[in-house]
């Protein structure tokens, strides 16, 4: 009796070992969070730049994606980039804080200024009551355009003292035109250049980025905000160009 007994409480205790085994085991790490499909129209060919690129046609403003589609009609007077908007995130309204990440653009129609989604949807109508303050974000720049017998060029502050020594310039004068693009590499700008009445862009080092093929090259925040320039060939009709020179 005593055997079977014990042969019963062994057989049990494999039994219930087994089930043990063979059940499904929980997953005790953290679920892996659901990653947002991306709209086939917000797929990007170049990383570096926005999905959504302002372009301005017949007189309006709308958006195209990188490969040239139109995904929010021309009918604003004037865009931005989808970008962050600084007023509303420091907003005493958390309601209207939301509306202040870049997941939204500010746009201009009949001289009211909304925030719209990348669908084109009006989501926001800016209110003075609003609008916080921003924090000041400012920069030193370290190097600054020099004009040296009525033709530019570049120095850095904190090494140049002789204008005389040309060794001290960064980039001597020759330039008819120079300026140093806002930008977040403060250690190699972009700089647009103006040679024999055309624009181009230039690094510190006097490589082309944009060779000097433009009447015109904007001196806008693009470059900080999108990694754009904004660019003309006829003084009239302005397009956005990225820094391979592909136009949008």
Same mark, same amino acid.
Do not use: H
């Given at each position: 009796? /005593?055997?079977?007994?014990?042969?019963?409480?062994? %057989?049990?205790?494999? %039994?219930?070992?087994?089930?043990?085994?063979?059940?499904?085991?929980?997953?005790n790490t953290a679920q892996k969070k659901a990653v947002p499909k991306i709209h086939a129209d917000l797929q990007k060919i170049n990383d570096s730049i926005p999905a959504l690129i302002p372009q301005k046609k017949e007189g309006k403003y709308g958006f195209i994606n990188q490969k040239g589609k139109v995904i929010i009609k021309h009918e604003y007077s004037n865009v931005g980039f989808f970008t962050d908007d600084c007023n509303l995130l420091? &907003?005493?309204?958390? /309601?209207? /804080?939301?509306?202040?990440?870049?997941?939204?653009?500010?746009?201009?129609?009949n001289g009211v200024d909304f925030r719209i989604n990348q669908t084109g949807k009006r989501v926001y109508l800016f209110k003075d009551a609003d609008l916080g303050v921003c924090a000041p974000q400012f920069k030193a720049q370290l190097f600054h355009g020099y004009i040296l017998n009525h033709v530019y060029g570049i120095i850095e502050d904190s090494k140049f003292e002789n204008p005389g020594d040309y060794r001290q310039f960064t980039i001597y004068p020759q330039y008819d035109y120079l300026h140093i693009m806002e930008g977040d590499d403060l250690k190699n700008p972009m700089i647009i250049a103006s040679k024999k009445s055309k624009f181009g862009v230039i690094d510190i080092h006097q490589n082309s980025i944009i060779p000097f093929e433009?009447?015109? $090259?904007?001196?806008? %925040? &693009?470059?900080?905000?999108?990694?754009? %320039?904004?660019?003309?060939?006829?003084? $009239?009709n302005y397009f956005y160009i990225d820094s391979q020179n592909n136009a949008y």
């Open positions: 009796m /005593k055997n079977i007994l014990c042969f019963l409480l062994l %057989f049990i205790s494999l %039994f219930y070992w087994s089930q043990k085994r063979t059940s499904t085991p929980k997953n420091n &907003s005493p309204s958390e /309601k209207a /804080k939301r509306y202040g990440s870049k997941k939204y653009a500010s746009v201009r129609l433009y009447v015109d $090259i904007k001196r806008n %925040f &693009s470059w900080k905000l999108g990694r754009l %320039f904004e660019v003309t060939k006829d003084g $009239i």
